[in-house]
């Protein structure tokens, strides 16, 4: 008899958490767990978890203004405990921090351990004070559980990275040719929501640095905004970029279903976040692509990346730090192939969609046991 999880994602749209949480469903052990879904209406993410085969409910988790915080909150958690009583759930999984203060009432409430999924670096000071009631907690990094009160209980599961990211360089003609780029140009990509602490600018500001040492550079900056609001951040990117004199240099190719494919056309990912990142997504993709990495060194780029083996960090905000990262890295191709082959290699060891499955089912396994044991 599998034990039922409740996966709670207040979120319904596709951002980095919610991926992160589809990758996890793909890869659960059908054996020992089956997985129902609770987020806050239909939407993206429903939708894709129902083609995983997964049974979706949708409970009040969200809270748009302060005011009415603490009662959706209140709601949510009596959503939630209802329908863990109705379903048998064994476990419940907040996928998020938002998600967390709704579920770990619930799950207290109707005594089932509750694990909450921690994917932020800053967490506000409520949450601080409430992660060691959490049964367990999941870190996507190191630098994400070095920021976890003292007394949590705390596993470091990375991210599992898309299986179609391994073979993406396959299609590295194909796709340049769509585009409309030549397979001689070195296109240096930045990928991920459209975000100006993402770091886009610092990107853009190198470009000019490094064009008079690599007149056949091209900038790729794919993604769309966070959720599908709307602002005018892209067209402050294409008006900087005019200003800066490489508008031509410049491709904003807006958010791709075939992701994978765009990534492992590109001969350098830039990950220039000017805060720390909790994980980093986009650059354990690159490498499973085996495409090297320049990335700010901090927060858990630190650890995707690894300085002069498979990639290169600079400190974060430093346009001129970067520019001389992408020039030695056009310079020496040989670099750029070392790299390359590093970073897959680690990827596998690493990033596998699988291991993120397992270490995860392990995690509920011990928690499940426990409870039995002390019933």
Same mark, same amino acid.
């Given at each position: 008899?599998?034990? #039922?999880?409740?996966?709670?994602?207040?979120?319904?749209?596709?951002?980095?958490?919610?991926?992160?949480?589809?990758?996890?469903?793909?890869?659960?052990?059908?054996?020992?767990?089956? /997985?129902?879904?609770?987020?806050?209406?239909?939407?993206?993410?429903?939708?894709?978890?129902?083609?995983?085969?997964?049974?979706? !409910?949708?409970?009040?988790?969200?809270?748009?203004?302060?005011?009415?915080?603490?009662?959706?909150?209140?709601? #949510?958690?009596?959503?939630?405990?209802?329908?863990?009583?109705?379903?048998?759930?064994?476990?419940?999984?907040?996928?998020?921090?938002?998600?967390?203060?709704?579920?770990?009432?619930?799950?207290?409430?109707?005594?089932? *351990?509750?694990?909450?999924?921690?994917?932020?670096?800053?967490? /506000?000071?409520?949450?601080?004070?409430?992660?060691?009631?959490?049964?367990?907690?999941? $870190?996507?990094?190191?630098?994400?559980?070095?920021?976890?009160?003292?007394?949590?209980? !705390?596993?470091?599961?990375?991210?599992?990275?898309?299986?179609?990211?391994?073979?993406?360089?396959?299609?590295?003609?194909?796709?340049?040719?769509?585009?409309?780029?030549?397979?001689?140009?070195?296109?240096?990509?930045?990928?991920?929501?459209?975000? *100006?602490?993402?770091?886009?600018?610092?990107? &853009?500001?190198?470009?000019?640095?490094?064009?008079?040492?690599?007149?056949?550079?091209?900038?790729?900056?794919?993604?769309?905004?966070?959720?599908?609001?709307?602002?005018?951040? *892209?067209?402050?990117?294409?008006?900087?970029?005019?200003?800066?004199?490489?508008?031509?240099?410049?491709?904003?190719?807006?958010?791709?279903?075939?992701?994978?494919?765009?990534?492992?056309?590109?001969?350098?990912?830039?990950?220039?976040?000017?805060?720390?990142? /909790?994980?980093?997504?986009?650059?354990?993709? $690159?490498? +499973?692509?085996?495409?090297?990495?320049?990335?700010?060194?901090?927060?858990?780029?630190?650890?995707?990346?690894?300085?002069?083996?498979?990639?290169?960090?600079?400190?974060?905000?430093?346009?001129?730090?970067?520019?001389?990262? &992408?020039?030695?890295?056009? +310079?020496?191709?040989?670099?750029?192939?070392?790299?390359?082959?590093?970073?897959?290699?680690?990827?596998?060891?690493?990033?596998?969609?699988? $291991?993120?499955?397992?270490?995860?089912?392990?995690?509920?396994? +011990?928690?499940?046991?426990?409870?039995?044991?002390?019933?």
């Amino acid at each position: 008899m599998t034990a #039922g999880i409740l996966f709670v994602s207040h979120e319904t749209d596709l951002g980095g958490a919610e991926h992160s949480l589809l990758d996890l469903l793909a890869h659960l052990d059908r054996t020992r767990f089956t /997985p129902r879904l609770a987020t806050s209406r239909d939407g993206p993410l429903a939708a894709a978890a129902r083609a995983l085969d997964v049974a979706t !409910v949708c409970v009040p988790l969200t809270h748009q203004s302060r005011p009415v915080k603490l009662w959706n909150v209140l709601r #949510g958690a009596r959503a939630l405990r209802r329908l863990v009583a109705r379903t048998g759930t064994a476990l419940v999984h907040a996928n998020t921090l938002i998600a967390g203060y709704p579920a770990l009432p619930a799950a207290r409430t109707t005594r089932r *351990p509750v694990v909450w999924h921690v994917r932020d670096v800053a967490w /506000p000071a409520l949450a601080r004070r409430l992660a060691p009631l959490a049964d367990h907690l999941i $870190a996507n990094s190191e630098a994400t559980a070095r920021t976890l009160p003292e007394g949590a209980r !705390v596993s470091v599961v990375h991210n599992g990275v898309d299986a179609r990211f391994f073979t993406a360089r396959r299609e590295r003609v194909r796709v340049r040719r769509a585009i409309g780029t030549s397979d001689a140009t070195f296109v240096v990509a930045t990928l991920g929501r459209l975000d *100006p602490w993402k770091g886009h600018r610092v990107a &853009l500001d190198a470009l000019p640095l490094v064009a008079g040492h690599a007149p056949d550079i091209e900038l790729w900056i794919v993604g769309g905004e966070t959720f599908g609001r709307s602002s005018r951040y *892209p067209t402050e990117l294409q008006e900087h970029a005019a200003r800066l004199g490489v508008a031509d240099r410049v491709r904003l190719l807006g958010p791709r279903d075939n992701a994978p494919a765009v990534l492992g056309a590109a001969d350098v990912l830039v990950h220039p976040s000017i805060r720390p990142e /909790p994980f980093g997504r986009s650059a354990a993709e $690159a490498k +499973a692509a085996g495409v090297p990495v320049v990335a700010s060194d901090c927060g858990g780029l630190r650890e995707i990346v690894r300085h002069e083996q498979d990639g290169l960090l600079f400190p974060p905000g430093d346009s001129a730090a970067l520019a001389r990262c &992408l020039i030695r890295i056009h +310079a020496d191709p040989a670099l750029r192939h070392r790299f390359a082959a590093a970073a897959v290699l680690d990827a596998e060891r690493r990033f596998t969609s699988p $291991a993120h499955g397992r270490r995860t089912d392990d995690v509920y396994a +011990a928690l499940l046991d426990a409870t039995s044991a002390a019933s």
